[in-house]
Structure formats: structure tokens, C-alpha cells
């Protein structure tokens, strides 16, 4: 019989996150995997970041997870997306080369030590007195751990779906994970089934590319990771995506296979992602759009496959093949492998608490598509805090909770717990209310400090995160007092057709126009000053500060907000708190409540069918 602190289910995103960080913290770590070769495989769209998500890898970063170092050393191309628009949407995105991404993944999994890789599939979860004690395998191996964690991804009865033809199986080419869900139901856990899709593989040389309007990415690329030595990235080619489009006539032949699509014939019962709908979906439900937009990225340096993005679909085979030779520059397109639907369970996440610890059986975290989210960057954020915490309390030390107003991945958490989700969550800027702070060029200035705490961020990086602040404050007080005057300023100011001035202003006041560069103005008045060439040399302070002066109005009015909200997160539940007793609150606000067990009045009115008055009622009570 084998001894281990922690078992890790899954060699996911999440699982790869759970596992290092528990190692790190010296706790022993067995990783289960059915194939030890898959680590960190991106099994749909080989891209990591994105809208909101490039948010999420560098607050992983922040924290000492290994998301972003491992893009940065596996990105073929690299794009800030959104940066016609303000600095709070601004997001990093990286296109990877699939097998390297998961060959790197590997080696940093193989490398970090009281890690050890057990290549079998967990098929009990064994407890004793509401208490984690053990896992059972497939191989007929007992595992005793003091806590099990749950990254199961898609696997756990995963089923695959290609037109009417259904295969089990967790991902293409790989079995699913039978029996756990089945030991987790018979300790009391709700679970349910959703459902994700894949766009068809096309091989490249098949592709009339010289009609498509390519997308290149960003010169100079910026990495995620502040680990990521900027003198060798990028590390690998940087290669161009291209882009198509559906039209009626594509939509027309889609539609042909309807009759033959497992969603609409009812063999798919998971409700799929509302945000990145199958092309079936958007035919059905978008049906006043002409056409829809489609990316062809490739999936490596080395291989063939050209990932059809924005293409997911289930239909069959023959229409899919139909529908592309009818697509712009996809004429003669060959079809390596078509696309296709996976079902799989999973365990609405209200079941889980702030720690992702479960609220139902002790040492047992749950993190990933096991909680209902849909993307790598959600799952790994997940993985990273069950991880940490499973070692926290392992160790006897106290629990690692971000709130909403320091960093998506608490958002993130918040809205699982609180709201729960019965369709895969996806994070969106436009869902944490305080996003102007939550800015992915100040995830280190926000988060490293826990990192640092926990073990998983050196001493140096954090000694130059101080150094870098001393560096702000002292700019920031220079920017305030040094004064421009016409003279120097009034013919940049013209150049960049702004209005020019008739009195000497602050640096401070001048940066605040739009269209006015904080850098430009340095340059202007410079004069040989120590202080000035110094903020001039360090690109990230300089964005830190323009950014914060430019938008210091609505920086205070959201800060000032936090204020405010932090008074409620301060004013803490009773864990085994009685909500029937209250019998002021509505209904649905007893049974929401009871369901969820918030743990401060903060996070219960967030709750979804909790009204205002329901939260007067609670607080009376509790000061009572």
C-alpha cells in the first residue's frame, strides 16, 4: 500500500498547476495519470490566453503556477489582444505548438521534486468518518493520501460525439475514467453532464492560403511569465494565422445535417458552452448573420494540422466535408480528422467551497471542468488554489482565499461557489466589477506576495518586485512636481494635433490627455536627470505609471468601492450557520443559502435569488 500527502486526479492544466505547487510546498505528490505523455495536452484549440483568460496565466504566474512559463517556451505566435480599447481589456495571447507544449509540460512535471507520476486511472475515492483516507485504481492499487484532488477534465464517462456514431472516450484517441463518479455519488455529491466540441482538423498544404487574409503576430511578442528572459524569447518560429468565413450557402449545408446532429436528436443531454457555441449552433441561433468568422491556426511547427477555429461542430462527417469545400480558400481542403462533441460529468461547483475544498467530505477539492468550466487558463487557475490549499491544511496553516477585488482567478472561484453554473463557465473582463485594477500587467504587484508566502515564488524575484515599487512611488512623486513648459512641450503637443498650452503644467496633469505619451515627455525633459533616464529604462514601471495616471480617477472610485465592499467580507457567517431558523428571508433565499453556506454577508448577497432584503434579515440576525 502506497502513502502520499496528496493524490492529484489528472494530468490537465489543472492537475499540472495542483500538483507542482502542493510538491513545492513540501508536501509529498502523486500525480494519476493514464498517460504520462499527455501532460498539459491541449486537447481543443492549441492557444493559450486570451480575452480575460491572458488575465488568468498571468495572475497564475503572479502565484508561482507554471501556465505561463510553459507558453512562453511553446509559443509560436504571440498578440495582445484588444489594444484599440483600455488597458483593463488588454490580453495576452500565445498560439503553441501542441507537442512541444505537452513534451515542456512534462519535464516540468518530471523535474520538480516529492512529485511522483503514477500512470493508472483513479476509480474510488475511499472515505472515512466525512473524511478523504484513500483512492482506489483501476490497477487494483490502494493509495492512502491525506487529501485527493480532482481534475478529471472531460473524461469521467466521457462520450464522443460525431453524428449519430457515440465512442467513449475523454478526448480523441483516449478512454475515459469510469467508477469515480460513481464512488462520488455515493457520498452524497450532485453530479450532472455538459458538453464541449472540437472543430475538424484540415492539412495544411490542402489550403489555398494565398486568398486568405493573414494575421501575424505582435513585433516585438511579450512574453506572460516575469520569468521569461526577454533575451531568448521568443523561444521558437513565429508563424502567421489566417482568417475565413462561413456564407449562406455554408449555413445552408450545415443545415442539411441537422436531422443527423446528436444535439438535436436528443443522444447529447450536457448543455454546451453559451460562449463558444458549436458552428451548428450559431447557424441555428445567430440565423439573421450572413457569416461568421473562422481563424486557421496551425498546430505546431512540425506538423500538418491547421485547427479550424470557431468551426465546432458534431454533425456528420460527410456534411462537415461538404460545408468546407464551400468555404473561402478551404476548397480543396483535406479532412484529417473530423470534428466532434464529448459529453462528459461533472459536480455543480456550489458543492465546493472558497478553498475548493468540498463542503461534504474533508481533504477532497474538486478544481477544473470537474466544477463546470470551460478553458484551460479557468482550469489551471483552479488547480493552482485546491493545490495550495490542500498543502495549507495538510500543514496546519491557515487557507488561501482571493477575494473578487484582487484577482480574476477569485472572481473566478466567487462566481462558482456563489452562483453555481448548470452550463461550462467561461471568464469574461465584463464579469469582475473591479476589472480596472485587475489589470494583467499588475498581476505581480497584486498576487506575488502569496506566491512568495507559500514557497512558490525566489526571494529575488519578489526583492525586485520591492525594487520596482520604490521605483513607482519615487516616479510618481517626480511626475507630480516636475513642470513643462510651453516652450519645451507646445511643438510635441502639435505634432500629436492635441491642444497646446499656455502655461507650465506637471508631467502629472499633461499625461492625462489621451493621446499624450508619458514616455514622449520624459524625452522631453530629461536634461541628463538620473531619476527621469531611470523610470525611462524600465518599460514596466513607465506602463504601470502612465496607465495609473491616465485612469487615476476611476482607479479611486473603484478602490474606494473595495473599501466599501471589504467592510462586508469582514462580516463573517457561521459556517454551520441555521438558515432555517430566519424565517424573515424569502424561500428561495433560505434554500440558496443553505444550499451554498456563504461565508461572509459579502459573498451571500451575491447569491444568485438572495434579495436585499434577505441580507437586512441576516444582518439584524447576526448582530442579535
Not at 492529484?8 to 510546498?25: F, L, P, R, S, T
Request: with cysteine; aromatic share 8%; net charge neutral.
Amino acid at each position: 500500500m502506497k502513502e502520499i500527502d496528496i493524490v492529484v486526479v489528472g494530468g490537465g492544466h489543472a492537475g499540472i498547476e495542483a500538483a507542482i505547487a502542493a510538491a513545492k510546498m513540501d508536501c509529498s505528490v502523486g500525480v494519476v495519470t493514464m498517460d504520462k505523455s499527455a501532460f498539459g495536452r491541449l486537447s481543443c484549440n492549441p492557444a493559450i490566453g486570451g480575452s480575460a483568460k491572458g488575465h488568468l496565466v498571468h495572475e497564475i504566474d503572479a502565484l508561482g503556477g507554471v501556465m505561463g512559463l510553459i507558453a512562453d517556451l511553446t509559443g509560436i505566435q504571440f498578440r495582445t489582444l484588444n489594444k484599440s480599447k483600455g488597458p483593463a481589456v488588454w490580453a495576452g495571447r500565445s498560439q503553441n505548438d501542441r507537442k512541444i507544449y505537452s513534451k515542456i509540460a512534462s519535464q516540468f512535471v518530471e523535474s520538480t521534486e516529492n512529485l511522483e507520476i503514477i500512470e493508472d486511472s483513479v476509480i474510488e475515492a475511499i472515505e472515512e468518518d466525512k473524511k478523504i483516507i484513500g483512492v482506489r485504481t483501476a490497477k487494483g492499487n490502494y493509495i492512502k493520501c491525506k487529501a485527493l484532488i480532482v481534475c478529471s477534465g472531460t473524461f469521467l464517462n466521457g462520450l464522443m460525439h460525431t453524428g449519430l456514431q457515440a465512442t467513449a472516450g475523454g478526448r480523441f484517441g483516449e478512454r475515459p475514467s469510469i467508477g469515480l463518479t460513481e464512488s462520488l455519488l455515493k457520498m452524497g455529491f450532485e453530479s450532472g453532464r455538459l458538453k464541449t466540441g472540437t472543430p475538424p482538423r484540415l492539412h495544411k498544404n490542402s489550403i489555398n492560403w494565398s486568398i486568405l487574409e493573414e494575421q501575424p503576430g505582435d513585433i516585438p511578442p511579450l512574453p506572460f511569465s516575469r520569468r521569461t528572459s526577454k533575451e531568448n524569447f521568443p523561444y521558437l518560429t513565429q508563424l502567421s494565422c489566417y482568417i475565413t468565413y462561413t456564407d449562406k450557402k455554408v449555413h445552408g449545408i450545415l443545415e442539411k445535417g441537422f436531422d443527423h446532429s446528436p444535439m438535436y436528436t436528443g443522444l447529447i443531454s450536457g448543455i454546451g458552452p453559451r460562449y463558444c457555441p458549436s458552428i451548428e449552433d450559431k447557424v441555428k441561433r445567430f440565423s439573421d448573420k450572413e457569416r461568421h468568422q473562422l481563424f486557421l491556426e496551425p498546430e505546431g511547427l512540425d506538423s500538418d494540422l491547421i485547427y479550424l477555429n470557431g468551426f465546432a461542430t458534431s454533425l456528420p462527417a460527410e456534411i462537415q466535408l461538404e460545408a468546407l469545400a464551400n468555404i473561402k480558400g478551404l476548397e480543396e481542403a483535406k479532412m484529417v480528422r473530423p470534428g466532434y462533441a464529448v459529453e462528459y460529468d461533472y459536480f455543480p461547483p456550489y458543492q465546493v467551497d472558497l478553498t475548493l475544498e468540498t463542503k461534504l467530505i474533508e481533504g477532497l477539492y474538486f478544481a477544473g471542468q470537474v466544477n463546470g468550466t470551460s478553458g484551460y487558463e479557468e482550469a489551471a487557475g483552479q488547480g493552482l488554489v485546491a493545490g495550495i490549499n490542500a498543502a495549507l491544511k495538510i500543514q496546519k496553516r491557515g487557507e488561501f482565499i482571493l477575494k473578487r477585488s484582487e484577482a480574476y482567478v477569485g472572481v473566478l472561484i466567487d462566481d462558482l461557489v456563489g452562483k453555481s453554473t448548470n452550463e461550462p463557465y467561461r471568464m469574461f473582463t465584463s464579469r469582475a466589477e473591479h476589472r480596472l485594477v485587475l489589470r494583467q500587467d499588475n498581476a505581480d504587484r497584486r498576487l506575488m506576495k502569496y506566491g512568495f508566502e507559500f514557497g512558490l515564488i525566489s526571494r529575488d524575484m519578489f526583492n525586485e518586485l520591492a525594487r520596482r515599487e520604490i521605483l513607482i512611488t519615487k516616479s510618481k512623486d517626480l511626475i507630480s512636481k516636475s513642470k513643462i513648459t510651453p516652450s519645451q512641450v507646445n511643438p510635441y503637443l502639435e505634432s500629436i494635433e492635441t491642444t497646446p498650452m499656455d502655461n507650465a503644467e506637471t508631467i502629472e496633469k499633461i499625461v492625462r490627455r489621451p493621446e499624450v505619451s508619458l514616455r514622449d515627455l520624459l524625452e522631453i525633459v530629461k536634461n541628463g536627470s538620473e531619476d527621469l533616464n531611470q523610470l525611462l529604462n524600465d518599460n514596466r514601471v513607465l506602463e504601470q505609471i502612465e496607465i495609473e495616471t491616465k485612469y487615476s480617477g476611476y482607479i479611486q472610485r473603484q478602490l474606494d468601492l473595495i473599501e466599501k465592499m471589504n467592510r462586508l467580507e469582514d462580516l463573517l457567517i457561521p459556517l454551520n450557520f441555521n438558515y432555517s431558523n430566519l424565517k424573515s428571508i424569502s424561500t428561495e433565499g433560505r434554500e440558496k443559502l443553505s444550499k451554498v453556506k456563504p461565508r461572509s454577508i459579502a459573498q451571500a448577497s451575491r447569491i444568485s435569488g438572495v434579495t436585499p432584503s434577505d441580507i437586512s434579515v441576516l444582518l439584524v440576525y447576526l448582530k442579535s
